[in-house]
């Protein structure tokens, strides 16, 4: 069964770091794209980053780009998302996926950024 898994959400005041896991299993993660999704309150949920098989080749929204990193770690059929200098807008539950696929969503990992 195909299935990711995110965590290491959490709260953090504005300007403080985070980084996110997504861990795949039952399928070779390195074989697709990955992409970083968030959903706030309110509002519909968007594609933050990507990561593409093969030559790694990234791309971000404009709202994180240069804050955020998105890596693959393919040993451990995992990608990570680095997030810097987080602003209060970048509170939201975050999710990973296969935008090819796509997989059912997962449960997410909480990220709140707040004094």
């Known amino acids: 069964q195909m299935q990711l898994v995110e965590s290491g959400g959490g709260l953090v005041q504005p300007g403080g770091s985070l980084r996110l896991s997504c861990a795949a299993s039952?399928?070779?993660?390195?074989?697709?794209?990955i992409g970083w999704f968030r959903q706030a309150p309110g509002k519909e949920r968007e594609e933050v980053a990507c990561?593409?098989?093969?030559?790694?080749?990234?791309s971000y929204v404009a709202s994180v780009k240069g804050r955020f990193t998105i890596s693959r770690d393919n040993l451990r059929n995992t990608v990570y998302l680095e997030m810097n200098r987080l602003e209060v807008e970048d509170t939201a539950v975050y999710y990973c996926?296969?935008?090819?696929?796509?997989?059912?969503w997962g449960q997410g990992t909480q990220v709140t950024v707040s004094t």
């Open positions: 996926n296969v935008p090819e696929l796509p997989l059912p």
């Open positions: 990561i593409n098989n093969g030559d790694g080749t990234t």
């Open positions: 039952g399928f070779t993660l390195a074989n697709y794209a």
